[in-house]
């Protein structure tokens, strides 16, 4: 399995800043420029529910994470391709937070940071603030 990575997009909410984002993703499937999918998630940071999105590190780091969609986001979720390594917050200064390993959870946690994805609740370890 390899490196994804968890993010939300400014505005969110706005229909239409979501609109143009997904375009924008089809666009780049359709061009054959992304290498996996893009997934909806919903997420929980420091307890403020968003909407979220999951997809490939190398397609992120390609494509997403200077566009105008993100720019304006604190920070972004490095879920290792091997699930028992530690993922990673990654800062839009490029400092780095190693937290614990994605854990697949039965119900929802008690942790105010979590994804919901696929049916399943999935959080780690630990959390803490990033710089």
């Known amino acids: 399995m390899l490196e994804h990575v968890i993010f939300s ?6 229909l239409h800043t979501q609109a143009k ?3 924008w993703v089809d666009t780049l499937r359709a061009m054959e420029k992304l290498t996996g999918t ?3 998630c919903i997420g929980s940071y ?3 529910l968003e ?3 999951m997809m490939l590190a190398v397609d992120f780091d ?4 200077n566009s105008e969609y993100v720019k304006n986001q604190a920070c972004f979720l490095r879920v290792p391709g091997d699930q028992r ?12 937070l190693t937290i614990g390993p994605m854990l697949c959870l039965n119900e929802q946690p008690w942790s105010p940071n979590y994804t919901y994805f696929n049916g399943k609740y ?4 630990a959390s803490s603030d990033l710089d």
């Open 9 to 14: 997009i400014d505005n969110v909410d706005d």
């Open 21 to 23: 984002f997904f375009r």
């Open 38 to 40: 893009v997934h909806s």
């Open 46 to 48: 420091d307890g403020n």
């Open 51 to 53: 909407r979220s999105f």
């Open 62 to 65: 390609k494509h997403i994470v």
């Open 85 to 96: 390594q530690p993922c990673v917050l990654q800062s839009r200064s490029g400092n780095y």
């Open 122 to 125: 999935w959080t780690t370890d």
